[in-house]
């Protein structure tokens, strides 16, 4: 069986099926999907990858309007078939690279290029560390993150997902991941921006607002403070890479 990237969409009705000559990764690039297989049953969020396993049975639904990189593999690195986990956490090179590899996929790529594709893909792959499991409330609060991060949210919001005290959320949050709440919800809309800088044409304004940033002086220092460099200085490193 040859190994394949594509883009999909599913249905609010579950299917269930199993596939007998290859794995499969499922990595939400919009919205979430709900999966009930053997050693995991509930939602995979943008940020996050399951993996099914070879013949494992697996259910699955998501709203129409999700998307997700699929990847049909006929290997896969062997730490992530040893590992207890189905669901891990993917590092933000991964999540840009999904990115990319969305906009390829919605247009005619030959072969070479869909080469080239699943060869990074499979290195990234390599370098996932699946690390021990999130505490499920928090994984709800994430969830609703990659979600609304568009949107304003609050301590007191993220403590009511996680049926947590505002002071129990902020404890319980760092604890699992080693950084705040707030500190979380700027890297993931800072790395979204980087994301839409590096692969789209659209404008520094737009952007801010596609990262929940009404004022793109605010953006732009956020940013600065996060990458060592402005929006608009770091699309000119990009240009002058090239």
Do not use: W
Request: hydrophobic share 40%.
């Amino acid at each position: 069986m040859k190994s394949s990237l594509s883009i999909r969409s599913y249905t609010k009705q579950f299917n269930t099926h199993a596939h007998d000559d290859h794995h499969q990764l499922v990595l939400p690039i919009q919205g979430s999907i709900n999966i009930e297989m053997v050693g995991y049953v509930g939602k995979v969020a943008v940020g996050e990858c399951v993996v099914i396993p070879v013949t494992t049975a697996h259910a699955f639904k998501a709203d129409e309007a999700a998307r997700f990189i699929v990847a049909d593999m006929a290997e896969l690195p062997q730490h992530l078939l040893e590992h207890e986990l189905s669901v891990f956490t993917i590092t933000p090179p991964l999540m840009s690279f999904l990115l990319f590899v969305e906009k390829q996929l919605e247009y005619q790529v030959d072969s070479g290029i869909e080469s080239s594709i699943l060869d990074v893909f499979s290195l990234l792959l390599e370098q996932q560390q699946v690390s021990k499991s999130i505490d499920p409330r928090i994984r709800a609060v994430q969830r609703l993150i990659a979600d609304n991060y568009t949107q304003p949210l609050s301590i007191s919001q993220l403590a009511e997902t996680a049926c947590l005290s505002p002071t129990q959320f902020k404890k319980c949050f760092k604890e699992c991941l080693g950084i705040s709440a707030l500190k979380y919800i700027t890297r993931y809309r800072m790395e979204k921006a980087q994301a839409l800088l590096t692969h789209t044409d659209l404008p520094v304004q737009l952007i801010a607002e596609n990262v929940g940033y009404s004022d793109v002086s605010a953006f732009s220092r956020r940013f600065s403070q996060h990458f060592g460099m402005s929006p608009r200085a770091f699309l000119g490193s990009m240009k002058d890479s090239l």
